[in-house]
């Protein structure tokens, strides 16, 4: 069955960097899209990268391009997001999802989630 | 950026009840528009894609209706397991959400 495994996330400075990890299993890994949602607690969710199959095709939302980098190694069915410059409003529990098939851009699975806490 | 508008925000119903939520697109979005439901401390759940197509293994009191900017999920008898947070999410052009709307015991 499909898993993904997110990890990685703890506890942080602000200005500091952090990489999350996921951990993709029960699927060709390489044949799907997949994305990084964050949702803030309390709060409801926020999409923030998309990476084709490939890793050919990237999307950002505003809140965290240029800080923010998804990648991915299809060797290792993992998928990465590099954090920098953290902030305390990047705070949340961040999702790996797949991406449904083409041409439906939904998110069908979706890991546990990992927390990110970015405090002094 | 195309934003998304749920409501109600919060909706207490009782067992056996129908309930429906609303989701509208800032603009149109086809029926490229998904439904989620959320339990706490738990990941999203995909129920329904593309509008109306019903995510295999959800349970077939689960609906979803519209097109263009007007979306609805309605489910027609709840039970105690639907008790949650509902999320729409449009994939017409990068993705948003949302703002969810939790169903509460009345």
């Known amino acids: 069955q499909v898993q993904l495994v997110e990890s990685g996330g703890g506890l942080v400075k602000p200005g500091g960097s952090l990489r999350l990890s996921c951990a993709a299993s029960?699927?060709?890994?390489?044949?799907?899209?997949m994305s990084w949602i964050r949702q803030a607690p309390g709060k409801g969710l926020e999409w923030l990268s998309y990476i084709s199959n490939s890793g050919s095709t990237i999307y950002y939302a505003d809140s965290v391009k240029g800080r923010f980098t998804i990648f991915r190694d299809n060797t290792k069915n993992s998928l990465y997001l590099d954090m920098n410059s953290l902030r305390a409003e990047d705070t949340a529990v961040y999702y790996c999802?797949?991406?449904?098939?083409?041409?439906?851009?939904?998110?069908?699975?979706w890991g546990p989630g990992t927390l990110v806490t970015v405090s002094s | 950026d195309i934003q998304m508008t749920q409501s109600p925000s919060t909706l207490s119903a009782s067992v056996g009840d129908r309930v429906t939520i609303t989701c509208r697109a800032s603009?149109?979005?086809?029926?490229?528009l998904a439904w989620y439901q959320q339990k706490p401390g738990k990941a999203p759940k995909l129920l329904i894609y593309?509008?109306?197509s019903l995510e295999s293994g959800v349970p077939s009191r689960f609906s979803g209706s519209g097109s263009g900017t007007e979306f609805t999920l309605t489910i027609s008898s709840l039970q105690p397991d639907d008790f949650a947070s509902y999320y729409c999410?449009?994939?017409?052009?990068?993705?948003?959400f949302g703002q969810g709307t939790k169903v509460e015991i009345k």
């Open positions: 999802a797949r991406v449904g098939p083409f041409p439906n851009d939904y998110f069908d699975y």
């Open positions: 603009q149109s979005i086809y029926s490229w």
């Open positions: 593309k509008a109306s």
């Open positions: 029960g699927f060709t890994f390489s044949d799907y899209y």
């Open positions: 999410q449009q994939y017409n052009t990068y993705w948003t």
